[in-house]
């Protein structure tokens, strides 16, 4: 008895094309165990850190101040990710650079317009490299469109500390 028979079988027992499937089963199924089993090992790593975000928002009308309140949830506009909660609102008069008598441009306050200040305490993953929430980096001078359930604003991220 060779080791091929006359009906291509491996030792008389298995057909050699189905012994490649075989093995080829056997391989995908053991890379998907370690990837899976290493992905979930790397998931429970994973520490959430305190953080607190200063947004600004400009050029609004002092309705929009009154439709923010502490404690709302904040959350990313478009990945629809939560980004925390308010902690404190500030808010100072909007000026616009124009052309005094002189020729020189100076800073005037605009009538009925503020620039608000929010802080977002919130929880991040905080390592060497980067500030995460959900996979999304949060970095000092991102362009968010944020909302709460009561409003909906474009912010700057100005400032970004971890506890």
Do not use: W
């Not at 305190?50 to 990313?76: H, N, R």
């Not at 939560?82 to 616009?96: A, D, F, H, M, N």
């Amino acid at each position: 008895m060779g080791l091929i028979d006359q009906k291509g079988r491996l030792f008389g027992l298995i057909n050699l094309i189905d012994l490649v499937v075989l093995l080829m089963v056997v391989v995908l199924a053991f890379g998907t165990y370690t990837k899976m089993a290493a992905r979930a090992q790397q998931n429970q790593q994973i520490v959430l850190q305190e953080i607190e975000m200063d947004m600004f928002i400009k050029d609004v009308m002092p309705f929009a101040l009154e439709s923010f309140s502490v404690g709302d949830i904040v959350k990313d506009a478009n990945s629809k990710t939560v980004l925390g909660t308010i902690s404190e609102i500030k808010s100072e008069p909007y000026q616009e650079p124009v052309v005094d008598l002189q020729g020189n441009y100076v800073m005037k306050e605009v009538p009925n317009k503020l620039n608000i200040i929010l802080t977002v305490t919130g929880k991040a993953q905080v390592n060497n490299n980067s500030i995460q929430i959900q996979k999304d980096d949060v970095l000092v001078g991102n362009i968010l469109i944020i909302n709460t359930h009561k409003s909906k604003a474009q912010a700057v991220i100005i400032g970004v500390r971890t506890e």
